[in-house]
């Protein structure tokens, strides 16, 4: 029973390190590429259309608030806005100059056919008062951007499973030479379920994919995953390509290989928060039946994984109330 239970222990743990080291990757790539900022934009081209949204991104206020999400770049790209700054912005862009047109004449203005026939909408559920107009334009602002967290969550998973199998291929990472490895090796599950109480022990808690992240912050994170996952797991395991064992020798020993690396890239898009907190009950068992260690209770509950936008009271973003 302990041996089993070592061996589930080992393999979550080694599970969570490389959880950890591909989401550092994904914090990078999301970074580099300044995604947060993409996905905002390309969210409000959905809202207003791409010339009314030129109009937008050029407001002088607007481009204030931008902030740099793409390291040595010309063109940077807000990663968050306010409910209250979109519909002020818009209102602005949405006036002629020296123009004392209503709402209902402005909005006839618009060459967009269905940003027109939205506010036209909105004003006719406002019953012609613009206080109510205003707040049903934010109510638009954050029911599109509660969904784009949506978007931008399940197009974080897709790249935590694709980077994760790539890594996976590269670090010869296989789930099932794992197991095999901990089945048959008594004083390498030991190991691993003493380097887990460790980690547990002085980590009280991991977080999940940080889109906000700067690109050296980013960097930072990264080095430190690979550190960790290197001498804590791939070391004591040998994974890796060193060992020419670690070669298939046949097409039937490649495919059980590439399953094992696409059993680790699903394992990652579960997220390390998941991967922990499994660990934490897993090494509480292990204690309660009499195998040692001590984990503290495992009452401390993981942080979201959600690769979103985190959102906060005033401030509303794409994984979250508003755009980011």
């Known amino acids: 029973m ?9 393999i979550v743990f080694v599970l969570l390190l490389f959880s950890m080291l591909t989401s550092a990757v994904v914090e990078v790539y999301h970074a580099f590429f300044a995604s947060r900022g993409k996905h905002l934009r390309e969210t409000m081209e959905i809202m207003l259309g791409k010339d009314m949204c030129d109009k937008f991104y050029a407001h002088s ?3 204030q608030l931008s ?11 807000p990663i968050w806005m306010e409910k209250g700054t979109f519909s002020s912005v818009l209102a602005d ?28 909408f909105l004003w006719r559920q406002s019953n012609n008062r613009v206080d109510v107009f205003q707040q049903k334009v934010e109510s638009w602002f954050d029911d599109v951007m509660a969904r784009a967290k949506d978007w931008f969550g399940d197009a974080t998973k897709w790249r935590l499973f694709m980077i994760g199998v790539v890594l996976a291929g590269i670090l010869n990472a296989d789930t099932i030479q794992i197991y095999k490895s901990l089945s048959v090796n008594a004083a390498l599950r030991d190991e691993l379920v003493k380097n887990a109480e460790t980690f547990v022990q002085s ?3 991991v977080t999940g994919i940080d889109t906000s992240k700067t690109f050296e912050q980013a960097k930072q994170s990264l080095t430190i995953s690979k550190d960790l996952y290197v001498q804590t797991v791939q070391s004591p395991l040998g994974l890796g390509w060193t060992d020419q064992g670690a070669i298939p020798a046949d097409w ?24 922990y907190d499994m660990l934490r009950k897993l090494l509480s068992l292990k204690g309660s039946t009499g195998g040692g260690g001590n984990t503290g209770g495992g009452n401390n509950k993981p942080a979201d994984d959600t ?9 509303t973003d794409p994984t979250n109330q508003a755009a980011g």
């Open 67 to 77: 902030s740099a999400t793409k390291p040595k770049s010309s063109k940077k790209l």
């Open 61 to 63: 206020y607007f481009r």
């Open 2 to 10: 302990l041996a089993v239970l070592s061996i589930i222990i080992g």
């Open 252 to 275: 039937w020993a490649w495919l059980i290989k590439i399953i094992g690396w696409v059993l680790t890239g699903v394992a990652v898009t579960l997220g390390a928060p998941f991967w």
């Open 203 to 205: 980590n009280p808690t």
């Open 93 to 120: 862009i949405l006036t002629p100059p020296n123009s004392n047109l209503s709402i209902p004449e402005r909005i006839a203005l618009i060459e967009n056919e269905d940003l027109r026939k939205v506010l036209d």
């Open 307 to 315: 690769p979103a936008f985190e959102m906060k009271a005033a401030k």
